[in-house]
């Protein structure tokens, strides 16, 4: 039996008022992390979270109507999610991930400061939901989704394959690549290596397991997926992936958190994402130090 009641969502339907709040919400992203207007991603994060208040009173009469009418899975709690609470723990994180610049750098500063503002975003929504909530909507699934399939390990050679093919021609052909430190020296390397992959298992535990999953409490799989991924994408673009960068980057942020919905297993999404940025620390090094890894690579 397990320990709490399991998270509930919502009800969906397939339009509903609370997309547009959810909305602003997640455009708050694009303004703090690709136009870089702060301001404006302030007064998208108030005007989504006003929103999501002023309509708390329709939409809970709605839920707690279909609520009354389907008897909920055992085990799970019978509390409507609010939207409004919800969305709090999502303009929290952003806030926290805008405060620290998003520059690609490797000293010291740079790791102590992406570690507190990563850490803290993913930290702070978790603590204020279990704690203050008394919610258990923020999960890190890693023991989730049983055994891995065929089809699941086929995908991890493909992501391999595709990363090989794309990610030097994507990076090398636009310039890109200088959106990173030169690596020219062993422990530059070291650094970019662990920065990398650092970044890749936090995108997972804040995009998947934090937006993805509070939105779809409220909207239909694709809604929140649409949603999750506008947040995902932007913070790539400051990171350094510009250019036709969201070429890749889209679609990569959609199939994540298909496959998490899918699997319900973050160790599977985090394998996924630190293959594929294994090729993209090869592909730095190989950019930054020509003829270091001649022959990997076509490009």
């Known amino acids: 039996m397990p320990a709490h009641p399991t998270a509930v969502l919502g009800v969906r339907p397939r339009v509903s008022v609370g997309l547009v709040p959810a909305l602003l919400v997640c455009l ?3 303004a703090f992390f690709v136009v870089r207007i702060a301001w404006l991603g302030w007064v998208l994060l108030a005007a989504g979270m006003l929103l999501a208040w ?3 009173s329709r939409t809970d009469a709605e839920a707690d109507a279909a609520r009354a009418s389907i008897a909920p899975p055992a085990g799970a709690s019978s509390r409507t999610p609010s939207l409004v609470r919800d969305l709090s723990l999502i303009a ?7 405060s620290i610049p998003l520059a690609a750098e490797l000293d010291n500063l740079a790791f102590v400061r992406f570690s507190l503002g990563l850490g803290g975003a993913v930290v702070a929504p978790y603590v204020v939901s279990r704690f203050v909530f008394r919610d258990h909507a923020i999960r890190f699934p890693w023991r989730g989704g049983g055994r891995w399939t065929a089809f699941q390990w086929s995908w991890l050679v493909a992501v391999l394959a595709l990363g090989w093919l794309i990610l030097p021609f994507y990076f090398i052909t636009s310039g890109v690549y200088t959106n990173w430190p030169v690596v020219d ?3 530059m390397i070291a650094r970019l290596f662990v920065g990398v992959g650092a970044v890749g298992i936090w ?3 804040f995009f998947i397991c934090i937006v993805f999953t509070l939105l779809r409490r409220h909207f239909p799989d ?3 997926n649409l949603l999750q991924a506008t947040v995902f994408v932007s913070f790539l673009w400051e990171l350094g992936y510009q250019a036709w960068g969201p070429l890749l980057t889209i679609p990569f942020a959609l199939v994540q958190a298909y496959i998490f919905k899918r699997t319900r297993s973050l160790t599977y999404v985090v394998t996924v994402h630190l293959l594929f940025d294994a090729v993209v620390f090869l592909v730095l090094v190989h950019a930054h130090n020509p003829g270091l890894l001649d022959g990997l690579f076509l490009v």
């Open 28 to 30: 708050a992203a694009p």
């Open 54 to 56: 002023l309509v708390r």
């Open 92 to 98: 929290l994180g952003l806030l926290i991930v805008s």
């Open 185 to 187: 020296t062993p422990e």
């Open 203 to 205: 995108d997972e535990l």
């Open 222 to 224: 694709w809604q929140a």
